[in-house]
């Protein structure tokens, strides 16, 4: 089975990549860099390599998040923001003819990942996204992260996403988020995006 792993360079995506990989898939990797931080950048492709992903699509979000914080209520940026991700992560899927998505989702843990926020995320796409750290605490995954090395990757200094609102909506209602998604072209930012993508071979 192939899967594509939405990976940030962050603690819990890798893990869950590596906890797929271990489970016997083969895992590509979709990066949304949105902060134009070439330290950032450099730790996702290191823990690309680490956790043995083949290949990596780069998708430059910059232009996606300035549009949304634009044009949309800025309580929904993280969710809009997210559900486009699962958007452009699922066309590339397509394309690539690959199974499932991956996401480093744990429960409640942020915003965009309260049980109500995860629901409206599955609303935004056909395939199957698993989320092999859903039920898992930071500690634990923290743990694993060490112990495959990837940990001491993640923490080391880049630039946090500045679009992050101050009172992120924490139980989105989905005709609220369709009314917001409504003045986006959803479909040309989509093909944009699949147009302007880097492929990196590992």
Do not use: W
Request: aromatic share 6%; proline share 2%.
């Amino acid at each position: 089975m192939k899967a594509l792993l939405l990976l940030s360079s962050g603690i819990d995506s890798p893990v869950a990549g590596y906890l797929m990989i271990r489970q016997g898939y083969s895992i590509f990797g979709i990066h949304f860099e949105h902060s134009g931080d070439k330290k950032n950048l450099a730790k996702v492709k290191k823990l690309a390599k680490k956790i043995g992903i083949k290949k990596l699509f780069l998708v430059n979000n910059l232009k996606n998040q300035e549009m949304i914080a634009e044009k949309c209520n800025r309580r929904y940026q993280c969710l809009i923001c997210k559900r486009l991700m699962y958007r452009i992560g699922e066309a590339i899927a397509i394309r690539e003819g690959i199974d499932v998505l991956i996401t480093g989702e744990n429960l409640a843990q942020v915003a965009s990942q309260t049980l109500t926020n995860i629901q409206l995320l599955d609303k935004s796409v056909k395939i199957k996204v698993l989320r092999p750290l859903l039920g898992f605490d930071k500690t634990e995954t923290m743990k694993i992260a060490r112990a495959i090395g990837t940990y001491d990757i993640s923490i080391e200094k880049s630039a946090e996403c500045v679009f992050v609102p101050k009172f992120p909506v924490t139980k989105g209602k989905l005709a609220v988020v369709e009314e917001e998604e409504s003045k986006l072209d959803i479909s040309k930012i989509i093909k944009i995006n699949l147009k302007d993508c880097i492929e990196i071979d590992f």
